[in-house]
């Protein structure tokens, strides 16, 4: 469907600012997804981008519940840039079960499920290991930001970052994009704050069971509904990054939001 609408004209319209993006495939995708999900567990909850864009509650319960980005690089997607993703997370038990993440374009599947792997067209891939960050290559996004001092704050983290100093900053459009590449060994690390659950959902997964490391931007527990996270190929890159950039507040998905 996401392949299809891109030789076609897209439709485009805007949610909370002139550059977040939503299109009528986004919408599409993700009501096929649900509806064919909910005909087979009736019973179980969803969190997808566009139905809280559209009111829906963001809300992590104990309830199995599917995680939904229909179109992970909106922005991508209407420029026509090659990184586009879908990414869905299943989350049971109060615990990551399973997530995928499919690059579109590129025909790319990755795969995790909790204990068993991860996997990019049924092929194993893990992180790369590296422990020196001097020696990675870091990614992160820059973004539109309506408070100036979060703004300032964004832009003073990676100029701290690039002066460590590593091999480079990469901001590909898509965290879930950022994510896989870490899982298999591409990059090295990937910081985030703003981002929301669906952007995070499967790929948490992927570079978890790829042995890679995530963890909350202070450094502590991953908090899937913080809307921020550090994820590395190692504890010692994911610390060094915590100590290094200065948070800034963006709110929480299952609160207040930004």
């Known amino acids: 469907m996401i392949r299809e609408a891109l030789q076609k004209d897209i439709t485009v319209m805007h949610k909370s600012s002139p550059v977040d993006l939503v299109t009528e495939t986004d919408q599409k995708v993700e009501q096929l997804i649900i509806s064919s999900i909910k005909e087979k567990y009736p019973t179980h909850s969803f969190i997808g981008e566009e ?5 829906a509650p963001s809300v992590l319960t104990d309830n199995p519940t599917w995680i939904i980005d229909p179109v992970d690089g909106t922005t991508n997607f209407f420029s026509l840039f090659i990184w586009l993703f879908l990414n869905i997370l299943y989350f049971s038990r109060s615990q990551i079960e399973f997530g995928i993440v499919y690059s579109c374009i590129e025909d790319k599947m990755y795969t ?7 996997f990019c067209n049924g092929d194993p891939i893990k992180v790369s290991g590296q422990e020196d960050i001097s020696q990675s290559l870091v990614l992160t996004e820059m973004g539109f930001r309506k408070n100036p001092e979060h703004f300032k704050t964004m832009l003073a983290n990676i100029k701290t970052i690039l002066t460590i100093p590593v091999h480079g900053i990469r901001s590909p459009g898509s965290a879930a994009v950022n994510m896989c590449l870490v899982a298999c060994g591409s990059a090295d690390a990937y910081y985030h704050m703003g981002i929301h659950c669906w952007d995070m959902a499967g790929g948490a997964a992927v570079v978890t069971e790829a042995g890679g490391v995530i963890m909350d931007i ?3 527990p991953f908090d899937l509904m913080s809307r921020r996270l550090i994820i590395a190929s190692s504890r010692a ?22």
């Open 51 to 55: 139905s809280v864009a559209a009111g």
């Open 112 to 118: 995790a499920r909790k204990g068993k792997g991860a």
């Open 218 to 220: 202070s450094g502590g």
């Open 237 to 258: 890159i994911a610390e060094r990054i915590a100590k290094e950039i200065t948070e800034f507040h963006v709110g929480r998905d299952d609160t207040d939001g930004e």
